[in-house]
């Protein structure tokens, strides 16, 4: 029990956790100021590729090896995939506001394991079609509402609504939705190359609010992939934060129900969880081109680093800790 309980978190940690570098060069030349916006207007089909990396290593604590002498210290998560996200854009509930569909499609795994002492689960031998099928039964339809300059007004997944505004961060950062959707939010006015600007945005876990600050800065121009864009670099700062038992319960109530996490429904009534979360850090470039009004790619670094809380398992006495450190790196392009 006590092994399956530590697999089962190491996936949720990679959940909540949520999701580049670039070098910076001086503008050179004149460049005009102005307004930033998405075109989002009229019946539009926007195509990313990604590649996605993530690691994390678990440091268990001593009274976890005490239990079970052959417990190894550590856990090494790692995973590497690629796929493809496709957003379809419509008009939107409220005027000036667009109703964006994310879907996604070709996911292939190119490693995927967690090893623990001389115990591995690998991911990377299991059949594409078993993973295609696997992916498709637990994927859910997620629906965004947002305006021009990239906010976030509301979610559905699965058709129902859930409490999570901002939970991307504007549109610059992503845990939760598998893939970036457009790049940062954009600021109102006029800006120009070497401005910055900052947002903020709040996600709802429960009772728990986690804050995200972020400082947008247009870095220089440069060609990408065919397009004239502004390279715009996006650091964001994410509150330390503190999540229950209860807490995660309702976010997963929210989302269809708990049953819908595979092995969460296993859990004993008496079982007790508390996930402590250091401040984190993201960094997004993003490759937007100002005319178009999209970005054609972006590079995204976060890291993260926690220390979970388990107790009220059956057999054993008192808790368990575990500390967990690790880091998502993403890339998009835009293909159509």
């Not at 089909?45 to 996605?52: K, P, V």
């Not at 109102?188 to 009772?207: A, C, F, K, L, R």
């Not at 049953?259 to 937007?288: C, K, Y």
Request: charged share 20%.
């Amino acid at each position: 029990m006590t092994r399956r309980v530590l697999f089962v978190f190491a996936a949720v940690a990679l959940l909540v956790a949520s999701c580049g570098g670039g070098s910076e060069q001086s503008a050179g030349g004149a460049v005009m100021a102005r307004p930033l916006a998405y075109s989002l207007t009229g019946d539009a089909t926007l195509s990313y590729h990604a590649e996605m990396e993530t690691e994390m290593t678990t440091t268990f604590g001593e009274e976890i090896r005490s239990l079970d002498p052959s417990m190894p210290s550590t856990m090494l998560t790692q995973m590497e995939m690629s796929f493809d996200s496709t957003y379809r854009i419509s008009e939107g509930p409220e005027p000036g506001t667009y109703r964006v569909s994310m879907t996604l499609d070709g996911i292939e795994l190119g490693k995927g394991s967690v090893q623990m002492g001389g115990q591995s689960l690998d991911l990377s031998d299991v059949p594409q079609s078993e993973l295609d099928a696997a992916l498709a039964s637990q994927m859910p339809e997620f629906v965004y509402v947002i305006d021009d300059k990239g906010a976030i007004i509301s979610v559905e997944v699965d058709g129902t609504t859930v409490d999570v505004g901002g939970i991307l961060g504007g549109t610059s950062t992503s845990g939760m939705s598998g893939g970036q959707m457009f790049g940062p939010q954009l600021p109102d006015g006029q800006v120009n190359i070497g401005d910055s600007w900052t947002t903020s945005s709040e996600q709802s876990v429960g009772d728990v609010v986690i804050v995200t600050e972020e400082t947008h800065t247009i870095l220089r121009s440069e060609e990408r992939n065919g397009y004239d864009t502004w390279v715009i670099r996006t650091e964001s700062d994410t509150s330390g934060y503190t999540i229950n038992w209860d807490d995660m319960i309702a976010m997963f109530e929210e989302m269809g129900g708990i049953g819908a996490v595979d092995g969460m429904e296993e859990m004993p009534p008496s079982f007790q969880m508390a996930m402590r979360s250091s401040p984190t850090a993201a960094t997004t470039i993003t490759w937007l081109d100002p005319e178009l009004g999209r970005a054609v790619a972006m590079d995204v670094m976060a890291n993260m680093a926690m220390t979970m809380e388990l107790g009220g398992i059956p057999g054993m006495a008192g808790s368990m800790s575990m500390e967990m450190d690790g880091f998502t790196h993403m890339t998009m392009e835009l293909t159509n």
